[in-house]
């Protein structure tokens, strides 16, 4: 190896930010990630694992700090969220090694769930790079929300996601279709302020719910605007007649508005759950969310796969 390739080899240094609780077999998983770096010619990673009371955003910090270039994220979406919030308006890349159960920035952006193929996406793939949400402090890349689908997520059993995956969510919607919605105030940019009687309002980076559901089709993840859906059904004939709509990728479904905004401030009558990429947060009144454009450097494929965003 000339003296070169060799800065270059020792120059390109990457990080693994994994929750051990997504992985099976954490060893192995370890084996397979260096494996597939090292026939890459890059060196072996800082090995970072998350806790209960830290999800990634420490682990990304000393990443950061180590002068890595590249930062894998090895979980599910709130590992990527992570991760993402440290990463945002720095030029250290984020790949994503899937693991969790939605992993739905994964699945908007068509990257795979196959680790030789995702550490390739890292080491010889493109950089793109994408919006970020901003609530408070926190960043999320896929969506956020208030109400009903934030009720879902918690409701939702650990177990039961492990055994079935996302059709666990859907086992915990159908006891919550009857609940009363909620009377929210929301505001989009500086426009009038809008009322509307809503089970959930989401605000969202990319499109695409569990399941591949469509639910904001024209959402582009680097277009440096956020999608917002307003969900309106009052009882089960609205649910059906929305699903219907959004299944059947209509341009117009009946109980659901869709806006398009940089800020967005949703204020109810009274405290409710909420949820940033999957992720259920302290409840609260109010949820306003503003965009950051083009903020995080994504690991995308050299070439789009067939019927991606990209």
């Not at 682990?59 to 270039?69: D, F, K, L």
């Not at 990319?206 to 680097?222: F, I, K, S, T």
């Amino acid at each position: 190896m000339t003296v070169a390739a060799e800065q270059v080899r020792t120059a390109t240094r990457s990080a693994v930010v994994i929750n051990p609780s997504k992985v099976a077999d954490l060893d192995g998983r370890r084996h397979d990630i260096c494996a597939a770096l090292a026939e890459a010619g890059w060196p072996e990673p800082l090995w970072l694992e998350t806790t209960p009371d830290d999800p990634g955003c420490g682990q990304t910090r000393r990443a950061v700090e180590a002068g890595v270039s590249v930062v894998f994220a090895c979980g599910g979406d709130g590992t990527v969220m992570a991760c993402a919030s440290e990463l945002a308006g720095t030029d250290v890349a984020l790949a994503v090694l899937p693991s969790g159960t939605g992993n739905l920035l994964a699945a908007n952006l068509g990257l795979s769930s196959d680790v030789k193929a995702g550490v390739a996406v890292a080491t010889s793939g493109r950089r793109r790079r994408i919006d970020v949400g901003v609530v408070g402090d926190r960043c999320f890349t896929v969506m956020a929300g208030m109400g009903f689908d934030a009720e879902m997520l918690a409701a939702t059993p650990e177990p039961l996601k492990k055994r079935i995956g996302w059709l666990a969510y859907v086992w915990a919607a159908l006891g919550r279709l009857r609940d009363r919605p909620m009377r929210v105030t929301i505001r989009l940019d500086s426009s009038p302020r809008m009322r509307r009687r809503a089970r959930t309002v989401l605000v969202g980076n990319v499109g695409r719910l569990q399941g591949g559901v469509p639910l904001l089709p024209d959402a582009e993840p680097d277009d440096g605007c956020l999608d917002v859906a307003v969900l309106t059904p009052h009882n089960l004939r609205h649910w059906l007649a929305l699903a219907w709509g959004v299944l059947g990728r209509r341009r117009k479904v009946r109980r659901m508005e869709t806006f398009r905004a940089r800020r967005v401030e949703i204020i109810s009558d009274r405290r409710r759950p909420r949820q940033l990429d999957g992720d259920v947060i302290e409840p609260d009144r109010s949820l306003v969310v503003t965009v950051r454009p083009q903020a995080l450097s994504l690991c995308v494929p050299e070439d789009p796969p067939e019927g991606g965003v990209d």
